[in-house]
């Protein structure tokens, strides 16, 4: 059994859900899920046990409720989950939504006591952070991040700082839990996070779920350097029209997402081929499903360039929510093997920015066999 | 040092000799072969000691002079090389080139003792099969293979077969030879060739050069694989302007072809999505630079539908050429170590159809990585 | 009022008879259909009055019960058309679907005879034929073809040529007819059928609608003649998995869509600019969503070499579908109008192959205007 | 006999006096001259007699010397053309370029009586404005637009203004002049402009040259527009490597570029379609070529939806020079012929935004017959 707790019960946290319950009914098969059904832990073994958000229109719902924005068939199963009030810590600023958070009423501290006793009454494990996508600064030492927590300090802070912090809180009282970051705030990347997660028998996963254009572009610059052959160019336009594409209209959470994205290039080339990545546009009616762009100029033997020209209409929050299946039971395995810190097998496959800061992106073909390793499974092709 | 024969001075030959000199003298980096200069035997080790072809516009000519047809900046090494006459076996029947072969003056006996005595004069160790396009039919056995040469059959026999067999009769002789089969007869995936190798001292690589569409579908595909996306459909298209087109308009010898190309989908996905995967047409304005178009359309994680499109202009000798320049060393390193027979470590980084016959393709990524290890240099990401 | 006949209830059939019904009843807006409401003769005004069909899972039922499998909200008015059966002439032979037809049991006199009773009965004025793509041999006489009848030789006629041959003789009859030719068969560029044409009070549209990568093709290369940009190269691949792709994989067939397809590139840019434009293939999980890819390489100024690629997903029923809508109105006001023969300012719009037989393609985006003005439209831009 | 002058020797003015000599000399053909030499006044009758920019680097320079950096075959007699500075007003303002101007050594009256003489001596007819892109503030009124002027106010005049405003001075002189604003800045979109012309013997083409990705979109919109498919989505990616790609990356100059852009699509569908089309990076190593990505989503009958996907890599500057072949000669024409003001029918197919301001776009396709009829020539379609 793994418990999850879902922080953002948006479009991901709802295909999450919804896709989840379906499959442990037997009425869809596990398309999307990496690792299908094959680890020790079952997808039927995943329960999710509370949801967390600060949109006024979502907090009282049931997570049912919410879903059915988002899916227009939602399992009744996810009636009995009400969706709670996190905090806030300006993560809707800007945007056309009304958002309110504990906050507002209590100081920090008060709302992490508050917090952890509604994981604890919930026998919270896994807690998978989905929140809207944050400009941030991250915290040189220990010391400045709790400061800021006493001071009640609100503008220093963002709302994944505060949760992750919170939960290594609970994690040392209840002895283990794991949070998976699956945006771009740093955490498994912020050494200070790593850092206080081993001393709180915290796991974290992160930083930003791999999905769409950029694991694709790994593999194809994977595929490129492997046959020497000396990439001249990259431009990569993503537009989508769901409330995150939205959201990186706002210029700084905007480069939060770029500086994981290119991290890419120099990691698998080894050398910083001149490149365009970044998330580009918002475009109401394209939904959920982005249509991307991605064009390669490169130079083959005897001084030959040869083009690459990718487009593609992907469903974004699926391709997250499929990965999160995983992610929760490969926390929960982590947990039980005592694995604090963060876990690079893992990350390397599943995350854009695999923490720790120090570690490098590996062409995704092989970051999976790794993992499927460090999971207990045998490598399909090693 | 290893002395190579280029079996067919057609484009890939011209630009393989051309990009080689212009690499040897420093005038262009490496790109396009994957292995770069990493390997113990250098790149500009390799002497190009003959030349055969059957085009009588080839035949008596230099490499320089054939070469410049296809390159504006051929070295004045390749004046030195005269492009001697191979055997023609119907390699060129229907197309519009004039063709005579050594078979038109003497028996296919007569000629392999004529072409073993050039072939020691010359001190050749590896022989790179680049000739047009066959329709060809396997051999069942050494005997049925023998007999053809015996009775002069010369309807049984495609060039390519014989001159496997003639070099297998050479390396007997001389203690050692490397035959290496870039094009899509099936040779090391024929028990019978390659049971005559490891008798003969011979090694064999093959079949059919992995460039262009067919290796960058192999690593979408395990991309999608790894990711459990369920592949509902694979279109892929190719057209292309050289003469290798030009011959694949015909029914039979693009037969050979598709069945190269298509193997993937099953070894890869695991089951055999539908898929048209085809040479698809000629047309000449292209020259070298052919168009690809691929289409994969795919379920993902709650039945969410995601379509992907790959097109690209991609330059086709040369992606063969850089190939070669790795697969030349390889041969004389098998050589070395006495691996008769055919080495499915190099067979599945280089080759569409990678022998021996029961073996399989897997992700182009990590073939990379254990052909690496095999050719003793470290792996990258391993 | 127009009374329509379909021939051929197949996937065009289907959605043209699904579609129309519900623009009638207010349920969708007339997208995909080109005059919108604008003509004097309404969407409302056009009546379905019969149907035919030779599959034998299709004959003796409502064009409700058949339509269903290719839309799945088909309006019940549909329920009260029964599919009669038409005559066979060889249309699905090779394909695998059971066929039967009037011929099977009476002389093809006999079955003229036959049709021409019901249709009076209906008061059919327009007859649309989609029925499955034919090999065929075109009629150098109205002699040859009226031997053809008489001798009762089903090998030399196809369905659309009979089926044009009793319209006219229908027409004659009750002074009045339309033949509104959607597939690549011949009859609009046919001198002797728009000789008969003539005499018979016959209104005939062809050949071969007008939809997909042909037309837009076409006023993409007008965007480039336009701009004195020289077109080198055009590559154009289709891919479907309806029937009407399953029947293109037959070599005759296809030979008379691509002949179609072909003659826009010398009729719009004024010279044959190498090109290889065909259906291409046939893979099921597409459906009736084709896969269209299009490359075009040309010079512009100053030797700049430029190169475009289109891509789509485009539903190929519903195009041809939309256009049949304008098209059986546009008959019924020939008819009126007693402009017998064949229209070239319908032709050269809704036509893939405008016939007669010597006129030419023209940009689409200016055969519109003039349609419009034929039809008694205003011109929008002109 | 028409003589020119070029205002920016950039990239585009030395591609079109490159290729325009090439033309001259039988070098090479007049592709992407839309009008070829069709046109009473030959393109050997074009004659550059002036050139002026305000890069250090270029002032002083022949214009044979500063196109070399463009092309490397530029003809010898544009080394007799010397490139005279113009005046600055922050034209180059945060661009890595080092500029001077005029107004740095006199006032701004000066400046155009000096141009003035220059013109006069040089004897010129019609004047090309491709200077840097440009932000800018419309003027409400001649007297504000000469306030200005005369109060030396070089922070509320751009270079475009200033230069349109001293040729109109000019051409009340002279007798006549013709202004070709290629660039986005509003000039033939001014009414204060366009009075000042009548009035001034001026004529002015204009703005901004319609090049690349937006008339082709226009003629695509224009293709959905008579098929009545509604329009769901359109997403426009632009991204090259010459300097006026570097240039829109300064937010204001690329808000210039984008509602030229953007006004298409109302324009020529009836409604504002949701849009995203801006230009949208800088990429160096794509350098002249840059690389467009087009898509759109549309419903077509029956409510199905289809998608589109265009790219294309286009080499930027031949795509205007070539414009400008023809233009040069309208100019004259329209001088000619007395046609004061702004002339709609060369803007509406030449330029992206065409004036005067209450003017709308059309689809090319007719745009391009119109101006034919206007200048003389045939209609081909029409
Ligand atoms: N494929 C993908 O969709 C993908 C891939 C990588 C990362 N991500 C990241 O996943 C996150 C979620 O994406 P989405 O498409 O679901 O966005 P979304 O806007 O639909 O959902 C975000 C949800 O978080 C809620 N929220 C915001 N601040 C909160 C807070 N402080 N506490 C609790 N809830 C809060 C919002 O109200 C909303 O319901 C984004 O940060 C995005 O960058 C998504
Ligand atoms: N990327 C690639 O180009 C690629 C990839 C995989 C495989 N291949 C294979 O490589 C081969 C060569 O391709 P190419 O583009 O150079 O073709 P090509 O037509 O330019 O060259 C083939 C040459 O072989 C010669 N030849 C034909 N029969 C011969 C014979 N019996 N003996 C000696 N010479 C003979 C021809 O005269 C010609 O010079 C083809 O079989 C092709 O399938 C090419
Ligand atoms: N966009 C388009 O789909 C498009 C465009 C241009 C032309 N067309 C033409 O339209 C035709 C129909 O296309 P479709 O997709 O509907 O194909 P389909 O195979 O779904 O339908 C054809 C129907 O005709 C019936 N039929 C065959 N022979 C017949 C006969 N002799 N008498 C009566 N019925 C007969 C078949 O049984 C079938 O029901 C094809 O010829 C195709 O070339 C289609
Ligand atoms: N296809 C196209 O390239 C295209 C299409 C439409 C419009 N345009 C417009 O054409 C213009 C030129 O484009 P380009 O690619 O040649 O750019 P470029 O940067 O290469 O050239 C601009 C030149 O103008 C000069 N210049 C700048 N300010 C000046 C001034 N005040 N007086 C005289 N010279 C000045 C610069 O020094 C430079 O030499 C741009 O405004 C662009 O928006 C180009
Ligand atoms: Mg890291
Ligand atoms: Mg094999
Ligand atoms: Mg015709
Ligand atoms: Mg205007």
Same mark, same amino acid.
């Given at each position: 059994?793994?418990?999850? @707790?879902i922080?953002?019960?948006?479009?991901?946290?709802?295909?999450?859900?919804?896709?989840?319950?379906?499959?442990?009914?037997?009425?869809?098969?596990p398309?999307?899920?990496?690792?299908?059904?094959?680890l020790?832990?079952?997808?039927?073994?995943?329960?999710?046990?509370?949801?967390?958000?600060?949109?006024?229109?979502?907090?009282?719902?049931?997570?049912y409720?919410?879903?059915? %924005?988002?899916?227009?068939?939602?399992?009744?199963?996810?009636?009995?989950?009400?969706?709670?009030?996190?905090? %806030?810590?300006?993560?809707l600023?800007?945007l056309?939504?009304?958002?309110?958070?504990?906050?507002d009423?209590?100081?920090? =501290?008060?709302?992490?006591?508050?917090?952890?006793?509604?994981?604890?009454?919930?026998?919270?494990?896994?807690? @998978?952070?989905?929140c809207t996508?944050?400009?941030?600064?991250? *915290?040189?030492?220990?010391?400045?991040? +709790?400061?800021?927590?006493? =001071?009640?300090?609100?503008?220093?802070?963002?709302?994944?700082?505060?949760?992750?912090? $919170?939960?290594?809180?609970y994690?040392? +009282?209840?002895?283990?839990?794991?949070?998976?970051?699956?945006?771009?705030t740093?955490?498994?990347?912020?050494p200070?996070y790593?850092? !206080?997660?081993?001393?709180?028998?915290?796991?974290?996963?992160?930083?930003?779920?791999?999905?769409? #254009?950029?694991? !694709?572009? #790994?593999?194809l610059?994977? %595929?490129?350097?492997?046959?020497?052959?000396?990439?001249l160019?990259?431009?990569?336009?993503?537009?989508?029209?769901?409330?995150d *594409?939205?959201?990186?209209?706002?210029?700084?959470?905007?480069?939060?997402? +770029?500086?994981?994205?290119?991290?890419?290039? =120099?990691? @698998?080339?080894?050398? &910083?081929a001149?490149h365009?990545?970044?998330?580009?546009?918002?475009?109401?009616?394209?939904?959920?499903?982005?249509f991307?762009?991605? %064009?390669i +100029?490169?130079?083959?033997?005897?001084?030959?360039?040869?083009?690459l020209?990718?487009?593609?209409?992907?469903?974004?929050?699926?391709?997250?929510?499929?990965?999160l299946?995983? !992610?929760?039971?490969?926390?929960?395995?982590?947990?039980?093997?005592?694995?604090y810190?963060?876990?690079?097998?893992?990350? $390397?496959?599943?995350?854009?920015?695999?923490?720790?800061? =120090?570690?490098? &992106?590996?062409?995704?073909?092989?970051?999976?066999?790794?993992?499927?390793?460090?999971?207990?499974?045998?490598?399909?092709?090693?």
């Amino acid at each position: 059994m793994v418990n999850v @707790i879902i922080l953002g019960q948006g479009f991901v946290g709802s295909i999450f859900a919804s896709g989840l319950e379906k499959i442990k009914a037997g009425e869809i098969e596990p398309y999307g899920v990496p690792l299908r059904d094959e680890l020790q832990i079952k997808i039927k073994d995943i329960n999710i046990v509370g949801s967390y958000d600060v949109d006024v229109n979502k907090v009282g719902k049931s997570v049912y409720d919410v879903a059915k %924005h988002y899916d227009n068939n939602v399992p009744e199963s996810l009636k009995d989950i009400e969706v709670k009030k996190g905090v %806030h810590l300006n993560s809707l600023k800007n945007l056309p939504i009304k958002a309110e958070g504990l906050e507002d009423k209590m100081s920090l =501290e008060d709302a992490i006591n508050h917090l952890i006793d509604e994981w604890k009454e919930a026998k919270a494990e896994v807690f @998978i952070n989905v929140c809207t996508t944050e400009a941030f600064k991250t *915290f040189n030492s220990r010391e400045e991040l +709790e400061k800021a927590i006493k =001071e009640n300090n609100k503008e220093r802070l963002t709302a994944t700082q505060f949760y992750a912090y $919170a939960i290594s809180r609970y994690a040392k +009282e209840v002895g283990g839990a794991c949070f998976i970051n699956a945006i771009p705030t740093l955490i498994a990347n912020d050494p200070t996070y790593v850092e !206080l997660a081993k001393e709180s028998k915290m796991v974290i996963f992160g930083d930003d779920g791999a999905t769409g #254009a950029t694991p !694709l572009t #790994a593999d194809l610059l994977a %595929h490129l350097f492997q046959r020497n052959r000396y990439v001249l160019s990259i431009a990569q336009f993503n537009i989508g029209g769901n409330t995150d *594409f939205l959201a990186l209209t706002d210029v700084d959470r905007n480069k939060s997402k +770029e500086s994981t994205k290119s991290s890419i290039v =120099e990691d @698998i080339l080894g050398y &910083n081929a001149p490149h365009f990545i970044k998330p580009t546009g918002y475009l109401e009616p394209l939904g959920d499903k982005k249509f991307i762009s991605l %064009h390669i +100029e490169y130079i083959s033997f005897n001084g030959a360039r040869d083009e690459l020209i990718v487009n593609g209409r992907i469903n974004d929050s699926p391709a997250l929510a499929g990965l999160l299946v995983d !992610l929760s039971r490969l926390g929960k395995i982590a947990l039980d093997r005592k694995e604090y810190g963060t876990v690079y097998e893992v990350n $390397a496959f599943y995350m854009k920015n695999p923490g720790p800061k =120090e570690a490098k &992106n590996i062409p995704r073909i092989i970051a999976y066999e790794k993992m499927r390793m460090w999971a207990g499974l045998k490598s399909i092709w090693l």
